[in-house]
């Protein structure tokens, strides 16, 4: 094993911005992502059928389809679609689909966005009767009892849960090394590989940052739920003396 070559400027270097591109694709589609999925949870628990139904086969297809095969679809079917290209140049929003980091990106975001879509429908729909009962005695409207009491509680129920959303979605933009263009950690272990015929080294390499990234964003998680969801932690009832 030649770890020396791993640990070269370049090579470092191509670390560095693999690191850049993975960040920047895991904040920028859970961002994006938990504003859909918001949107997405209030129209499966609305009172409206269609939009139930709507969204829901669109989770249905989102968590029914491997993340590989979207990415696929969005950059070698959608992205390659003869009157898409015919507007690249002129057309929004159809000028960012020649750009590879966008079509990524869209799959990424509307990956988490079905996922989480679901996760806080379900935290929504698991609200306390008491908790909206209480709001309405003191006066709130459905809209106010929502915006209040029902999406700050669903939100914090659905930490643990989002937590290993997000450490998956991390561990999903190694699949952006499947779009040429695109530089990612797995991107860049792969070029070394390349280059060096040093496969060992440069995937453990890689590896070993995202177990870092992981480890970093589980501990993050852990103190918002020390932070947010402590009154649901068990309490010791043993009587002193």
């Not at 640990?7 to 938990?34: K, M």
């Not at 079509?103 to 679901?118: D, K, M, R, V």
């Not at 729909?125 to 909206?132: D, K, L, N």
């Not at 933009?173 to 779009?179: E, F, I």
Request: glycine share 6%; charged share 10%; aromatic share 12%.
């Amino acid at each position: 094993m030649d770890w020396a070559v791993i640990f070269r400027p370049e090579s470092l270097a191509l670390y560095g911005q693999g690191i850049v591109t993975t960040l920047w694709l895991l904040s920028s589609s859970l961002i994006i992502g938990a504003v859909l999925a918001l949107v997405f949870a209030l129209a499966l628990t609305g009172p409206s059928m269609l939009l139930r139904r709507l969204v829901g086969a669109y989770t249905f297809v989102i968590r029914g389809t491997p993340l590989l095969i979207q990415v696929y679809m969005i950059y070698y079917g959608l992205a390659q679609l003869a009157w898409i290209q015919a507007h690249w140049d002129t057309v929004w929003p159809w000028t960012h689909f020649k750009d590879p980091a966008f079509c990524a990106l869209l799959a990424f975001s509307l990956n988490t966005a079905g996922y989480t879509a679901e996760m806080l429908a379900g935290a929504i729909r698991e609200t306390s009767a008491g908790e909206i009962e209480a709001g309405q005695a003191f006066g709130m409207s459905r809209s106010q009892a929502l915006r209040r009491i029902v999406l700050p509680s669903a939100i914090r129920r659905t930490l643990p849960a989002y937590s290993n959303e997000v450490v998956m979605m991390l561990h999903s933009t190694s699949l952006a090394s499947a779009v040429p263009g695109l530089l990612d950690v797995t991107a860049a272990a792969s070029r070394i590989y390349s280059d060096f015929y040093l496969p060992f080294e440069a995937y453990l390499a890689a590896a070993a940052i995202y177990l870092c990234a992981s480890f970093c964003l589980i501990g993050l998680f852990k103190l918002a739920d020390g932070r947010f969801l402590a009154h649901l932690a068990p309490r010791n009832n043993t009587d002193r003396p």
